[in-house]
């Protein structure tokens, strides 16, 4: 149950750090860290896939299983390349779909199925 909570955690205290003050480049801090912070959101983004199957009852054929491709894709994508202009272009769609996920926790996914 504390998983996501904990993993955020991490990845909001590897960004802002502990000690902010002695960070000279924001930017080249981000740089390296980002494997880390990516690679935690692949694993925040597989808990989501299990869970939402194991606890909700989520197809793994559902529509929302779009949303967590696109998150995984942009989290390998976001651990694997260095490219300040990759990573200006994937900051918007992340926000973006986190966006749309949060709502999901909120919100029982439809069943698209047609078996009532």
């Known amino acids: ?12 205290t590897a960004l802002a ?4 003050s002695g960070i000279a480049s924001w930017r080249e801090h981000f740089f390296d860290i980002r494997r880390w912070f990516f690679s935690v959101d692949i694993v925040l ?4 896939v299990v869970t ?15 949303l967590q491709a696109a998150g995984l894709t942009i989290s390998i994508l976001g651990a694997a390349s260095a490219s ?17 996920g949060l709502g999901s926790l909120f919100f029982k996914a439809p069943d698209f199925g047609g078996g009532g």
Do not use: E, K
């Open 17 to 20: 750090t502990t000690n902010p």
């Open 45 to 48: 983004i597989l808990h989501s």
């Open 84 to 100: 300040p202009r990759l990573h200006a272009a994937i900051a918007p769609m992340a926000l973006a779909l986190q966006s749309l």
């Open 52 to 66: 939402s199957s194991l606890l909700r009852g989520v197809p793994l054929l559902h529509p929302f299983r779009a």
């Open 1 to 12: 149950m504390l998983i996501v909570p904990a993993l955020l955690f991490l990845q909001a």
